[in-house]
């Protein structure tokens, strides 16, 4: 609702982050078997944002996760999220 959020997003095989700086702002990393707990700021407040990632997989071009969702400590659900990606300019 408030525009476009730029999202940034680091990998590993390992490890998966997500850096939103905009309207909403939030770091949180999402690993498999592992809890972990960031802030979600948006413009009318703060919330603790947890998760459980129970599935990553991360390749080249493209990434699956699967997490339970937590906001200040209230079960939210379970997401499935994919993600593709391009690479543009560089060396050909």
């Not at 999402?30 to 990632?53: C, V, W």
């Amino acid at each position: 609702e408030d525009g476009p959020v730029p999202t940034t997003i680091k990998y590993t095989p390992e490890r998966l982050a997500l850096i939103c700086k905009g309207p909403i702002e939030m770091n949180h990393s999402f690993i498999e078997g592992r809890f972990t707990q960031s802030l979600y700021k948006n413009p009318y407040m703060s919330m603790t944002m947890a998760t459980t990632t129970s599935r990553l997989d991360v390749s080249e071009e493209s990434c699956t996760f699967v997490y339970e969702l937590s906001m200040n400590e209230e079960d939210v659900g379970i997401y499935e999220v994919h993600v593709t990606w391009t690479f543009e300019g560089g060396e050909d």
